[in-house]
């Protein structure tokens, strides 16, 4: 058995954070044979409800969880941490606005950068709280004593519900489908690029018709979350938690020979994103160390696709320019 890792959730009262903690406890994260010890972030009036939540984990008897902390405090809570789950942020109230959002939440990502500089050496982060590649960006620049490529938010819901959209239309199952990367934004402009997607193998764009995944698929993906609230009255909790799984579980163990996974990470450049934006690629995993999907051909269509995401990303830099000092 391996010496525990410390992994940090914040939010951890919130919706996600009660399907994400049991999974992390139960292995499906690091794996069977990796213990692990959950330092929880809360606000101070949600610390009696997390209370409920720890109750809750102990009565789960997870042989692999080796301690709990609670606080609502950033330092305490980072202390040490080796792998960090940022999801804890404000929701966007009725007729807010998307740059209301991102000045809303954005002052929580200063303080938790912070806090984040006394994480432990090999740290990293995915920020899963919206809107969550801009809040990543935040974070870096407010922790810099941390590597930037530490920093990532969460496209792999886009990814999977994607994925999911795609299997169902073709009539096979899930692990069908490959190579679906998400470009840009988690948010409105995302492109989900079904050109490279394969089904066993055979570019989906070649199984399926181009007005469907134009005019079906694409606005079904991006408008996933929307119709989760519609139909269940809360915004997805255990999808999501379940693709923050799967976004840290890839980076611990890696991608599969030929296959890749979205990742939002600081761009350097690649595909004319300018440097320094949270941008989602497709990328591949080896070693803990994640690289960027390179050489992959764009027609006109998707090409106008990344530079709105592009466009969307760049203003909602502008909109917080003031936390990234
Ligand atoms: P909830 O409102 O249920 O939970 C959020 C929790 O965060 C609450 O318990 C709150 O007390 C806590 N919190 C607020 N400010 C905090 C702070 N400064 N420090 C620590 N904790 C704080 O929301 P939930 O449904 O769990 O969603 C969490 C976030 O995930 C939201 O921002 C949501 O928009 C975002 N999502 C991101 C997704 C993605 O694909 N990247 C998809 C799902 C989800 O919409």
Redesign the pocket.
């Known amino acids: 058995m391996n010496a525990p890792i410390k992994v940090a959730v914040?939010?951890?009262?919130?919706?996600?954070?009660y399907a994400l903690l049991f999974r992390i406890a139960s292995g499906d994260c690091f794996g069977k044979d990796q213990p692990v010890i959950l330092q929880l972030?809360?606000?101070t009036?949600?610390l009696k409800?997390l209370e409920g939540v720890v109750m809750e984990l102990n009565d789960a008897a997870f042989p692999l969880l080796h301690g709990i902390e609670t606080s609502d405090d950033?330092n305490v809570a980072f202390d040490g941490a080796q792998q960090v789950f940022l999801?804890?942020?404000?929701?966007?109230g009725p007729g807010m606005l998307r740059s209301d959002l991102v000045r809303t939440?954005g002052p929580?990502f200063t303080?938790?950068g912070r806090g984040l500089n006394r994480a432990a050496s090999d740290v990293r982060v995915v920020v899963?709280?919206?809107p969550?590649n801009t809040n990543a960006l935040i974070a870096m620049h407010s922790a810099p004593d941390i590597p930037n490529d530490r920093f990532t938010?969460?496209?792999?819901?886009?990814q999977n519900r994607a994925i999911s959209q795609l299997a169902g239309k073709l009539g096979k199952t899930a692990g069908s489908i490959t190579n679906m990367g998400i470009w840009g934004n988690?948010g409105p402009s995302m492109f989900a690029d079904y050109f490279h997607a394969r089904c066993d193998g055979t570019p989906v764009a070649e199984l399926l018709e181009e007005s469907w995944l134009k005019e079906t698929f694409l606005p079904t993906v991006s408008k996933r979350?929307k119709a989760i609230i519609n139909a269940r009255g809360?915004?997805?909790?255990a999808s999501?938690a379940s693709?923050a799984i799967d976004h840290m579980a890839t980076w611990w163990n890696g991608t599969a020979e030929g296959e890749w996974a979205s990742m939002a990470v600081p761009s350097k450049g690649e595909y004319g994103v300018p440097e320094g934006l949270i941008f989602s690629y497709p990328v591949t995993v080896k070693d803990g160390e994640y690289t960027v999907v390179e050489g992959l051909e764009h027609g006109a269509f998707s090409q106008e696709k990344i530079a709105a995401t592009i466009q969307e990303l760049s203003e909602e830099r502008e909109a917080v320019s003031d936390l990234l000092g």
């Open positions: 914040t939010g951890a009262a919130g919706n996600i954070g972030l809360e606000i009036p949600a409800a950033a999801v804890g942020s404000k929701p966007r939440n929580i303080g938790q899963v709280g919206n969550c938010a969460m496209t792999r819901l886009d988690h979350g809360k915004s997805s909790a999501a693709a």
